[in-house]
């Protein structure tokens, strides 16, 4: 008679292989929503960035009036940066969503929303510090912004 394994055994197998499985498949997605989370997290912090850029650059479309400042209104799942004058107009808007698929958030809003960057250093709309949090699936990422920079 050969060595078999009995039903029994098998089964334990089979319920091991599946519970590691399911585990690595949690660990993956965790990690893919981590590395969405972190893209989407660095893509706003660089359009804060191109916003403060701009305005001490005093970078203008202004017709009629002189730049403002630039700004960065903050949505739930985009955010649109455009340059402000002083007669209200707009000029070179852009809105992109934090990340490519939509699905990461804006948790909690700062305070102001939106934040403006005025012209040639003059400061933000930023009293003092103000929070930005991004999530996705229960996992979430801050940028804090002061008076001086995001």
């Not at 098998?10 to 585990?23: D, E, R, T």
Request: aromatic share 4%; proline share 3%.
């Amino acid at each position: 008679m050969r060595p078999a394994f009995t039903l029994i055994e098998a089964i334990v197998v089979i319920g091991l292989m599946a519970v590691i499985s399911v585990s690595a498949v949690t660990v993956s997605l965790r990690s893919v929503r981590s590395q969405d989370l972190s893209a989407a997290t660095a893509r706003l912090q660089s359009a804060l960035k191109l916003a403060q850029t701009n305005a001490l650059a005093g970078r203008t479309n202004c017709v009629t009036g002189s730049l403002l400042g630039w700004q960065i209104t903050l949505g739930v799942s985009s955010y649109t940066l455009s340059g402000i004058c002083t007669d209200n107009s707009v000029f070179d808007t852009k809105t992109e969503n934090y990340s490519p698929s939509g699905s990461v958030k804006i948790t909690a809003f700062p305070s102001p929303n939106p934040i403006l960057f005025k012209a040639l250093g003059h400061g933000t709309t930023i009293l003092d510090t103000t929070t930005i949090t991004l999530g996705l699936s229960g996992l979430t990422r801050n940028i804090i912004c002061t008076r001086d920079r995001c």
